[in-house]
């Protein structure tokens, strides 16, 4: 069975950062790519970063959080990160990893597998 269970949000200060982590089983971090959305109330979902092992790591981040977000991945845990830095109240929202054949978009039709979500909350 393929699981995904996020963990790491919570409320955090604008400027402030955390780490959101999705744990994966019943499929290796070769064979799907991962990506991150994020919800806010009201809003459509959102492709954050996506990140694939096919052809040497692909990645991609929407413009509003490059240079403060990096994905990253750890094999030996099976776990993709979301590194948020410098985090803005625009960042709040449900952040959720979800998990599709390669390669990474930032579409989520195109996701088949999802986690339960964390939240993320930025004050002000």
């Known amino acids: 069975e393929i699981r995904l269970v996020e963990s790491g949000g919570g409320l955090v200060q604008a400027g402030g950062s955390l780490r959101l982590s999705c744990a994966a089983s019943g499929f290796t971090l070769d064979e799907y790519s991962i990506a991150w959305f994020r919800q806010a109330p009201g809003k459509a979902r959102e492709g954050v970063s996506g990140w694939s092992s096919d052809d040497g790591s692909t990645y991609y981040y929407i413009d509003s959080v490059k240079g403060r977000f990096t994905i990253s991945s750890d094999y030996a845990k099976n776990t993709v990160y979301l590194h948020m830095n410098s985090l803005k109240p625009e960042d709040t929202g449900v952040y959720y990893c979800?998990?599709?054949?390669?390669?990474?978009?930032?579409?989520?039709?195109?996701?088949?597998?999802w986690g339960q979500g964390t939240q993320v909350t930025v004050s002000s």
């Open positions: 979800a998990a599709a054949i390669p390669p990474p978009t930032d579409s989520p039709d195109e996701y088949d597998y």
